[in-house]
């Protein structure tokens, strides 16, 4: 395991009538002088506020559709609490930070004062930080042991262990799926349907994670009796307990079972952080390291959301604590919060720990951001090795059907050319309903709610793209489907997915014996490798691929992708600042888009060459360039690439010093991403107006769009969101 990145920790002590508080940045654990800040609280009012924010829970949860007045209420409480638990300078401290990761150092008194859902105005603090709580207690805790992490990690997933959970079932298979493509570096056991104690005991100290989904029940008058449900009776807090004395336990325990489940009443009993801190410190005190639980009832699918999504942040790379706040997250933006589930975990460790170590360092940044970095414009994210490539091997696909469906079908690609989305993707429905198995129409569709923005849509028909080809044992169209999904998810910013898709088209393709796809794989992947900043790797798969196409020159397809391969060799060029190396590729992969008759795909040409032109200052190039690219745009109703363009456009603009025309095309962008799916261009142009505006000296101004740009940031979980932070302080210098 891995220590992750700097965060902070506030220590909360309490002191007779009062709470001492201390803030300070991992950096500085081995300073010598801290200060620490007192202030003065009433016990019993945080008493009253926690059994306010428990109250509003119970009536949310018992209602359907929950009121918003009873929302704001919770807001309202929990707002409460910020304002009378923490001193003014530590407020500054949290909400000012730029740091993601808080660690919350409690006294046990502290526990049942409900710290993740404090609301500083704007955010709950668990959402906006990767929390996790160490505890001070008063009690003699012996020394634990704490097991060493081998090449392998082991994981025991326990699932409906009383065989009456079917929901706890299905959860612990999801969980066991999404681990079997890390089956080199992580073996995982699955035990479930009448798990006994004697099994548990026994076993429990071989794993480093163990996940349990079922029954847990809280013994009020005999505490230790407590824990998890099992088919012949309790694993209790005094069974972990003594597990502990003589071997490690794991190093993460995942209990996603409900401490009142042994109750007929659903309402959160006002000691529920307490019952959830019982369990949660047997484990603790016993050499568990992290521990993960549910305070109070939860839905059986908001469990396995926030499972599944916490795994798959785990395995990608990322801290406990971010892992647990993306799951957080999750719930938030499914439920709208209305159902607040989000609320429901807790989580204590070390929020910076890393289970897995990270492959991929640019996981979270898109391309536009990699490229900010490195001071220069949104290079066109190379659409014409994605989804338009499917429009030239569309001839590919159109085998066993009648004449009129292939009629229909090319007056819909016509139809799609032109830009007329709506009547195209309507024509492509109608060829769907008289023939379910026609795999062209489902790719053809997909690009079309691609290009309208609609993600959720596109990725639906280019899956059944995929489910249809499977059935049809056509694996050519399986492998342009796999190359088609991973380059939706790729756009999306979701680049692990992108690239597991890539590499089920390689493989198929090489299988198969198909070296169109093969090519169409390796350059996907030659992209995703750019923004990783490894441009060998990028231009070694693009030799592969452009030696493929090379050797295949009375192909058209193959004449095709040789085109899409030197388009992304001048791509890698620019960014590795060879300008003279991407205009004479760029230039190679125009003329044979001209030669190809394939007007449609030169617009990304047209631009990025238009953004070598700005580095140059060459700016009246530029402007031509750009104006080529966004008439042809404008002609294919190309909703994302052109808010993409006015974008591109602003920013020339404002290197001009012409901030009026920048700001006339960040408001296109802006008016044209909100009758779309386009978050990250959204974020990009309101903090581009906000940056026009701080330069113009109107601060309110671009305080406003930061915050706008800085709230889609948060939700999308870019870098950029830190880097809007500091814009934002910028601004009271």
Request: hydrophobic content about 35%; some cysteine.
């Amino acid at each position: 395991m891995i220590k992750a990145s700097d965060g902070l920790i506030l220590e909360v002590f309490k002191q007779y009538e009062a709470l001492k508080f201390c803030i300070f940045s991992q950096n500085d654990t081995s300073s010598t002088v801290r200060h620490y800040q007192q202030q003065r609280v009433s016990f019993n009012e945080i008493k009253m506020l926690s059994r306010e924010t428990v109250s509003i829970l119970n009536r949310i949860e018992r209602s359907y559709d929950p009121e918003p007045d009873l929302l704001k209420s919770f807001q309202k409480t929990a707002q409460l609490l910020w304002d009378h638990l923490l001193p003014r300078q530590i407020k500054d401290r949290l909400k000012n930070s730029a740091s993601t990761g808080l660690t919350l150092s409690l006294d046990e008194e502290l526990i049942d004062i409900p710290w993740e859902l404090v609301f500083d105005g704007h955010e709950f603090l668990c959402l906006k930080f990767n929390i996790g709580r160490l505890v001070r207690t008063k009690e003699y805790v012996v020394p634990a042991l704490y097991r060493d992490i081998n090449s392998t990690i082991k994981m025991l997933i326990l699932a409906n262990p009383t065989n009456d959970l079917k929901s706890a079932y299905e959860e612990g298979l999801n969980i066991r799926n999404q681990f079997d493509k890390k089956r080199q570096s992580l073996h995982v056991d699955f035990k479930s349907n009448r798990v006994e104690s004697i099994y548990v005991k026994k076993t429990l100290r071989d794993y480093d994670i163990v996940h349990f989904a079922g029954h847990c029940e809280y013994d009020a008058d005999e505490p230790e009796k407590s824990g998890w449900v099992l088919n012949d009776g309790r694993f209790s807090i005094e069974d972990i307990l003594a597990l502990g004395h003589s071997h490690c336990l794991p190093n993460l325990v995942f209990s996603n079972a409900c401490n009142s489940a042994s109750q007929q009443n659903e309402s959160i009993g006002e000691d529920y952080q307490t019952r959830a801190y019982n369990l949660a410190a047997a484990f603790l005190f016993s050499g568990v390291k992290h521990y993960i639980g549910v305070a109070r009832r939860i839905e059986d699918k908001q469990a396995l959301i926030f499972a599944r999504e916490f795994y798959s942040r785990l395995l990608n790379g990322q801290s406990m604590g971010e892992a647990v706040r993306q799951a957080r997250l999750k719930l938030f933006r499914q439920d709208n919060a209305a159902g607040l589930s989000w609320a429901n975990y807790l989580f204590y460790g070390d929020p910076d720990f890393r289970v897995f170590k990270s492959k991929n360092k640019a996981f979270n940044l898109s391309l536009s951001q990699l490229l900010h970095k490195h001071k220069k414009g949104l290079l066109r994210a190379l659409a014409v090795t994605g989804i338009a490539a499917g429009l030239a091997l569309s001839f590919l696909l159109i085998r066993e059907i009648s004449p009129t469906d292939r009629y229909l079908y090319t007056r819909a690609r016509n139809m799609y050319l032109k830009g007329d989305n709506t009547a195209a993707a309507a024509t492509v429905n109608r060829i769907i309903d008289r023939n379910p198995r026609y795999l062209a129409a489902y790719a053809l569709l997909g690009d079309v709610y691609q290009r309208q923005g609609d993600f959720d849509r596109a990725l639906k028909y280019y899956f059944d793209y995929a489910l249809h080809s499977q059935k049809k044992a056509d694996m050519k169209n399986l492998a342009i489907a796999y190359n088609g999904i991973g380059w939706l998810y790729y756009n999306n910013g979701n680049y692990p997915k992108a690239m597991e898709f890539y590499e089920k088209a390689l493989e198929i393709s090489r299988k198969y014996n198909d070296k169109l796809n093969e090519a169409a794989s390796l350059r996907r992947m030659a992209t995703w490798y750019v923004d990783k900043q490894e441009h060998g790797k990028a231009l070694e798969l693009l030799a592969k691929s452009s030696e493929i196409n090379r050797n295949h020159p009375n192909s058209r397809e193959h004449k095709y992708n040789l085109a899409c391969d030197y388009f992304s060799m001048a791509y890698v060029f620019t960014d590795k600042d060879d300008y003279a190396s991407a205009k004479e590729f760029y230039e190679k992969s125009r003329k044979l888009f001209v030669k190809l008759k394939l007007p449609h795909e030169l617009s990304d040409c047209y631009f990025n060459m238009g953004e070598i032109a700005s580095f140059e200052k060459d700016y009246k190039k530029a402007l031509e360039y750009y104006d080529k690219g966004i008439k042809i745009d404008q002609s294919r109703g190309n909703l994302p690439a052109l808010a993409a363009d006015y974008n591109m456009l602003g920013e020339l603009y404002a290197q001009m010093g012409a901030p009026d025309e920048a700001l006339e095309q960040y408001g296109k962008t802006i008016k044209l991403c909100k009758q779309i799916d386009a978050p990250q261009e959204l974020a990009w142009a309101y903090h581009n107006t906000g940056l026009l505006y701080k330069e113009k000296n109107q601060k309110n101004k671009a305080r406003e769009f930061f915050r706008s740009a800085q709230e889609i940031y948060r939700k999308i979980d870019t870098p950029a969101y830190q880097e809007i932070r500091k814009d934002l302080l910028s601004l009271d210098e």
